[in-house]
C-alpha cells in the first residue's frame, strides 16, 4: 500500500519591490589605422580523397525515477549593483586614402649666378 501524499498547489509569492533596470554607459575610442594590401594569388587544385567513415546510430532507452517535491519560492529583492568593464572591438573601413607624390624637373635650365659684389648677373 502507497502511502498518501498532500496535494498542494505550488505558487510563488512576491515579498518586495521590483530590481531596476541595469544601467550603460558607453566611451568611444577611436584609432585609426592604415591597411596596406600586398595581393597574392594562387591556383588551387582539388584533389579528392575518400575516406570511410562509419556513422554509428545507438538507441538507448533511459528509466528514470519521479519524485515529487512540493516547492515553494520566496522571493527577497535585494538590488545588488555589480559594475564592470565591457571592452568591445569594432572595425569599420574608411575610403581609400591615395597618396600622390609629385617633384617638379626643369630640362635645359642653367642657373644664373649674381655677383655679390658689383649687384650684377655674370
Known amino acids: 500500500m502507497m502511502p498518501a501524499q498532500s496535494v498542494m498547489s505550488s505558487s510563488t509569492i512576491r ?3 521590483g530590481i531596476p533596470a541595469p544601467r550603460v554607459s558607453t566611451v568611444y575610442r577611436y584609432n585609426t589605422v592604415q591597411k596596406v594590401q600586398n595581393v597574392t594569388r594562387y591556383n588551387d587544385v582539388t584533389h579528392t580523397q575518400y575516406v570511410r567513415h562509419i556513422n554509428r546510430i545507438v538507441n538507448v532507452t533511459r528509466v528514470q525515477p519521479v519524485i515529487y517535491t512540493h516547492l515553494v ?5 535585494r538590488p545588488v549593483f ?3 568593464n565591457v571592452y568591445l572591438h569594432e572595425t569599420r573601413m ?3 586614402q591615395t597618396i600622390v607624390t609629385s617633384k617638379v624637373v626643369q630640362m ?3 642657373p644664373r649666378r649674381i655677383h655679390e659684389a658689383y649687384g650684377h648677373a655674370e
Not at 519560492?73 to 529583492?77: A, G, M, P, Q, V
Open 94 to 96: 574608411l575610403t581609400a
Open 108 to 110: 635645359n635650365y642653367r
Open 15 to 17: 515579498m518586495g519591490g
Open 82 to 84: 555589480s559594475v564592470r
Open 73 to 77: 519560492t520566496r522571493i527577497h529583492d
